[in-house]
């Protein structure tokens, strides 16, 4: 499930408002809160996260708004910080998109989301528009997914501990293992999951 920036910020308001006084704010204060001409835009936005499962509504009553939390916290909600694109930098992305993300998916460290751009990463099975999941960490286990940032440029592969080589291998056995030279990397971080939303081929049936 994706929220955009602003519909983020808007989640975001309203759970501190709720917190702190009890009940959420007018379509009129919300309005005034981000500097919105007219409170139809506020009306938008409530129906998005209503229908996207993050809010209740009671239709009759303007100020009642229930922030929906996944069932037993069985979701985290992580930022996505930037673009991920074979053979160029880490691209970070402004403002405050984030994505629910299961638990289970998820360890102990700290989290973020990269949003796949284009399709030279698909022979490590990721596609464009695919968000994948980091944990911030630099030292990876042998044998864990990672993204490396090599001369500053993007690379996703399988981290290898061999003597005293760390090695990148690839999926595509086409693909020569590459050797990394510490003065040359850096581990961005460890590839937890992956979020994929499916989309119909265009001019499919149905």
Known sequence: MYLTKRQSELLDYLRKTIAVQGYAPSLE?????????????????????????????????????????????????LPI???LAAGK???????????????????RGSAYVLQVEGA?????????????VVEQRDTPRDGEVVVVLYDDNARVGKFEQQGERQILRHRDPARPVEVLIPERCKIHGVVLGVLRRMRASAGAAG
Do not use: C, Y
């Not at 998109?97 to 998820?106: F, G, R």
């Open 120 to 132: 030279g990463l698909i022979s490590e099975h990721l596609m464009d528009g695919d968000l994948v």
């Open 81 to 83: 910080l930037g673009k």
């Open 29 to 77: 204060e919300m309005a005034e809160h981000f500097e919105l001409s007219s409170v139809g835009t506020v009306h938008k936005h409530l129906k998005a996260l209503e229908e996207k499962g993050v809010i209740r509504r009671q239709w009759n009553r303007s100020r009642a708004i229930e922030i929906v939390d996944m069932p037993d916290g069985k979701a985290r909600r």
């Open 89 to 107: 930098p880490i691209a970070a992305r402004s403002g405050s998109e984030s994505v629910a993300v299961p638990e289970d998916m998820l360890g």
